[in-house]
């Protein structure tokens, strides 16, 4: 298929893109159409470099076009006859210079190529199913056809300054002649100058063209400007606090990047366009020429919009964070943080010669208390391409760290208000100047605020404001923030709690999860759109055990030793005992779910169905794991091994169906180890402390229990060799002295309890576990308010008691 058969098939925005192409008489598309075969056969690059070849196929085009002419008179077509009739005419100025002509259709089809092989491009994308790592909105679409047509018409006007300057030195040529010549008849003379009067006001004509032909250019490029540094960058930046705090936004800069420079070298093509014709005036000028009235303006404008581009162009696109840290923008002194800043408008040319320097604070706050910081380390460093995977202009500054300076007392002016340590926000400042082809410009970068401690206890308070200011703020200047603290949405607070799991495990908080902690944390209500989340509440209240470091346990328990079986989604987590009674109540003997703690931070409890005497459901639950028992043993193992010893000594596995129906050894039968028994790595804590007897108990030890705790998660354990344990043991005097070192014969919860006798001390020791007759699974009652008090009053305990 014809190249131009090929492009008149294409879709809207192409289309669009060869429209603009032909937007001016330099070729007029009508040509192109009807003469489309003949055009695309010849040998347009001898032509532009052989005169007499140019010369030749110059003709073939005119008669061509006198064929073309006669066929719309047969068609009585009035319109295309007019035309066809213009454009001839306007090829007869390439009669001294068809390789001019040859040139000018050259380019024109090379042009044409570009947009097919676009196309074409963009077509195999889709069919092979390629997703792109940015995902393009109609706006963005619409955003590069216009920088396809940004680019279009500096190279139609780089077209326009060459026809203007041949077109100059055509009268510039014939005026030296009549100089020259001296002529003398009147009549000669007086035609010569009415010649040259007919090309000098022609070439006013053209450059009064070419002159507002650079201020329409100078507004689009306005317009690409406002798009990119007040939507396309703002949008950005906002991505950036997001991702910062888990979100899966996309922030890869290559395409703004990519924008930003187009923009960029178009201005300076336009500044190089506007020296050329004050070039040109030194050659031929005349009274009112048109380039010396405007020129200056010009100039002005283009240099105001290419300072205001570049100004904005200078980003951090890595925002401070340690090696080590929790997440990024939290700092700590004296502790290497690294960051990377970038330039969007990318030269080669200036690759190792943009020095950026790294400052602190230049102008904090006057608060009571506020710190001050001085930045060590490697402060300057010039941006370059080699630190770049994608080839962008870089600074990445690896060796950072920040020194308190020494506190230098309040003075005037100073502020009441008063900041904790993690809710002071500081900024860390990037500068550089870009000099090039005589333009020059300061450059100034900040980060998001940054929260800087001295230590790490202060790391899990310090990241919950970090989530707090980018959920919340959209001014990234604003270090003032938690002086006056807004609340959060529930949408937006809980948007940023599945973040957390969703940047830790690659796995959020679904709907159920979520609904679990809006009852927390405002009852039931039938719509929580509208229900905020204070600050206080978040982070503050019932220190130390506040909401967060209830969350912040599980996230890390989670992440450290439950994050395949939390992606593969066979932990439930956030389910109260209320709503996991109502939901395994339904189900056969043997169904278990896991789901985590609301009393012990960083704890994982499971749940089954057992089957009473009369054939009623009754759940059990186990005292909650922490990270003592899983630093020693997988999760997966513990439900995998977990057994009770019922009446006949026989030992059964009570855990048969994850919720609702999975069999448990299909549910987690991929992560079991492969040795089993004495061989399994796991044997001494299996041994000792996942096997349970259920027999009717001599004792009920309990601990000191908030009252949340008393809802059943209190229980004091009782944790020992067990059972068969028991029977493994060749010495069962210091099986006895070991445990009695735990509880002796003092212990209050003994007294009374336990016979003196050898024989009576291993009846007790074989049946540790208290069950509780009173159901303590009822369903809770909404809670307005959520209050994790008592946390701090849990003693140090390992997992081991059940309890109904």
Wanted: aromatic residues 10%; proline residues 4%; hydrophobic residues 35%.
């Amino acid at each position: 298929m014809a190249q131009w058969d090929k492009l008149t098939e294409l879709s809207d925005a192409y289309t669009q893109q060869l429209h603009e192409l032909y937007d001016r008489d330099d070729f007029p598309m009508d040509v192109r159409h009807y003469l489309s075969v003949w055009i695309e056969k010849q040998d347009w690059q001898r032509a532009a470099r052989e005169h007499d070849f140019a010369m030749v196929l110059f003709q073939v085009l005119l008669e061509n076009l006198d064929n073309q002419h006669s066929r719309f008179v047969q068609e009585e077509s009035f319109l295309l006859q007019h035309n066809i009739r213009r454009y001839k005419q306007g090829f007869q100025r390439y009669l001294d210079d068809p390789c001019a002509l040859a040139n000018t259709i050259l380019w024109f089809l090379s042009k044409e190529k570009e947009i097919l092989q676009n196309a074409e491009l963009a077509e195999q994308v889709q069919l092979l199913c390629v997703e792109q790592e940015a995902m393009e909105t109609s706006s963005q679409h619409d955003l590069e056809r216009k920088m396809v047509g940004l680019r279009n018409e500096v190279q139609c006007m780089e077209h326009t300054i060459l026809c203007l300057e041949e077109q100059q030195d055509e009268f510039d040529f014939k005026y030296q002649t009549h100089k020259m010549e001296a002529v003398v008849d009147e009549a000669v003379k007086k035609e010569q100058m009415k010649v040259l009067q007919i090309l000098v006001n022609r070439l006013n004509d053209c450059r009064k063209g070419t002159l507002s032909d650079l201020q329409k250019l100078l507004d689009r490029t306005e317009d690409l400007i406002n798009i990119l540094v007040k939507k396309e960058l703002v949008e950005w930046r906002r991505r950036q606090q997001k991702a910062c705090i888990g979100s899966p936004d996309n922030v890869c800069l290559d395409q703004l990047e990519n924008w930003f420079t187009c923009v960029a070298v178009c201005l300076f093509q336009v500044r190089e366009f506007l020296g050329k014709l004050e070039e040109l005036v030194g050659k031929v000028s005349y009274e009112n020429d048109p380039v010396k009235a405007q020129k200056p303006a010009l100039l002005s404008r283009a240099d105001t919009l290419l300072k205001d581009l570049l100004k904005s162009s200078f980003v951090v696109e890595t925002q401070p964070s340690m090696p080590q840290g929790k997440g990024p923008l939290v700092l700590r002194t004296n502790v290497q943080f690294s960051a990377k800043t970038r330039l969007l408008v990318k030269f080669p040319e200036l690759n190792h010669s943009m020095k950026v320097n790294v400052s602190m604070d230049r102008e904090a706050p006057q608060i009571k208390g506020y710190r001050r910081f001085n930045v060590l380390g490697t402060k300057s460093k010039a941006l370059n391409m080699a630190e770049s995977q994608s080839g962008g202009m870089v600074a990445d500054f690896r060796h950072l760290t920040l020194k308190e300076q020494k506190s230098g007392g309040g003075g005037k002016g100073v502020s009441d208000i008063s900041l904790s340590v993690t809710e002071e926000l500081h900024i860390i400042y990037f500068e550089t100047e870009f000099e090039m082809k005589g333009v020059s410009v300061e450059l100034q970068a900040s980060s998001i605020p940054v929260v800087i401690i001295s230590n790490s206890s202060q790391q899990q308070s310090a990241w919950a404001s970090v989530l707090w200011f980018n959920m919340l703020s959209l001014d990234t200047n604003d270090i003032m923030f938690f002086a006056n603290t807004p609340p959060a949405s529930w949408p937006q607070f809980g948007e940023m709690l599945s973040w957390q799991f969703l940047s830790a495990t690659k796995r959020g908080l679904d709907e159920a999860q979520l609904e679990m902690i809006t009852h927390k944390l405002f009852g039931k209500k039938q719509n929580y759109d509208t229900c905020k989340v204070a600050w206080s509440k978040f982070s503050k209240e019932n220190l130390p055990d506040t909401f967060w470091v209830w969350f912040d346990g599980i996230l890390v328990m989670v992440k450290t030793y439950l994050e395949d079986l939390w992606r593969d989604g066979l932990i439930m987590g956030f389910v109260s005992k209320g709503k996991e009674k109502s939901l395994l109540k339904k189900k056969q003997r043997g169904t278990f779910l896991l789901r985590f703690s609301e009393s012990v931070i960083g704890g994982i409890t499971f749940s089954w169905v057992e089957t009473t005497i009369t054939g009623e459901p009754d759940i059990k639950t186990v005292q909650p794991f922490s990270k003592v028992d899983l630093c020693q043993i997988p999760f997966h193992e513990i439900i995998r091994n977990f057994q009770i010893l019922e009446a006949e000594n026989i030992p059964e596995n009570p855990l048969l169906y994850l919720y609702p129906n999975t069999p448990k050894d299909e549910a987690f039968g991929k992560y079991y180890s492969e040795k089993t028994g004495a061989d399994s790595p796991y044997f001494k804590y299996i041994k000792t402390k996942l096997v349970f007897v259920s027999k009717e108990n001599i004792l009920e030890a309990r601990s000191p229990m908030s009252s949340d705790m008393a809802q059943g998660e209190g229980l004091e354990p009782v944790n020992g060799l067990c059972g068969e344990a028991a029977e493994l043991n060749e010495s069962p005097h210091s099986l006895q002295q070991s445990l009695l070192e735990t509880y002796h014969s003092d212990d209050p919860m003994l007294s009374g309890s336990v016979a003196a006798t050898e024989e009576d001390l291993l009846t007790y020791l074989n049946n540790p576990n208290a069950f509780v007759d009173t159901d303590i699974l009822q369903e809770e009652p909404g809670l307005t308010d959520f209050s994790l008090s008592g946390f701090n009053c849990l003693p140090q305990q390992s997992c081991g008691s059940i309890f109904q």
